[in-house]
DNA sequence: CACTCTATGCAACTTGGTTGCATTAATGGG
DNA sequence: CCCATTAATGCAACCAAGTTGCATAGAGTG
């Protein structure tokens, strides 16, 4: 296995409170090369030959979003994406999120959130061309407060 | 079947060029009672006695929502939830959306998207209670352009 | 009324994801 | 350094959402 940086990694890890495993370290080599957001079969895909079980993979990408290592977005298509919170591009704060979705090859990009301000401004990434936007709020609707 | 207003709805299927069929009547029979987004589950729960086939379900609200009489939202648990376009509140594009996610009884509202300011402003529903937001931007990423 | 073409229903399948359980391995204390 | 404890892993079996192919039924047009 071609680690970039293994007590890197292996710190990581610790950082958040999670036990050091072989398969906690494969995947977490897969996800600290990857710009973007990553699905379960795209982690699998990047195993190749290194494969670790699925339900191994789905445990793991849970404790790691549990402990805030990661944190997950759904894709176009409705899967689970996974992508680490330590990428300088990440928002700091957990319940304001924003991401770019290129309609050609479906990568999915974190953006960050300026939650300075009332509204909360999402500066337009550079060299991205966007076409539409969706929104979402979550809370609570009148029916249950 | 208790149909609320048998003609209109068979209007509302030949205005978006659908040909009236007794499963079409029932689904959107549903979808206009409804002021939330309802998934295929959802909608089979609300056919009860009266089911069709799931596969025509699938199909059903393919068609509507090929055909505009509907338009999509992924769930929180990412199924797709459908909502009829004619709501009052539905904004008129057909690219800025926005809604509104309880995290308690997990309904999807629609928000009406102001899109004639630069950046678009999602007025903040009166009565909810706005705990995160999402944001996701669509178009071309560097790569693709 | 008959013809055509679409919509429907059924079976089988794919993919994403979960559960239960037995086995293995990481870590802290002696 | 080893052992015990407890958590992580792997496997099999399962569930739910969604799709595909195909034969049949039913809308709508002339």
Redesign the interface.
Known sequence: MIMKNESYLRELLQEHGLKVTLARMKVLDVLVSSPVALSHSDITHRLEGQEIDKVTLYRTLGAFTEKKLTHKV?SKD???LYALHIHENEPAVD???????????E?I?C?P?NTEEQ????P??V???????????????????
């Open positions: 759904a409705r899967n689970w319940h304001d999120h924003a991401h770019f979705v290129c309609d050609s090859c990568k990009y953006l959130v509204t909360p401004v999402i337009t990434p060299n991205f061309i966007v076409t539409s936007r969706e929104y979402r709020l979550h809370g609570m609707c009148p029916d249950c407060h």
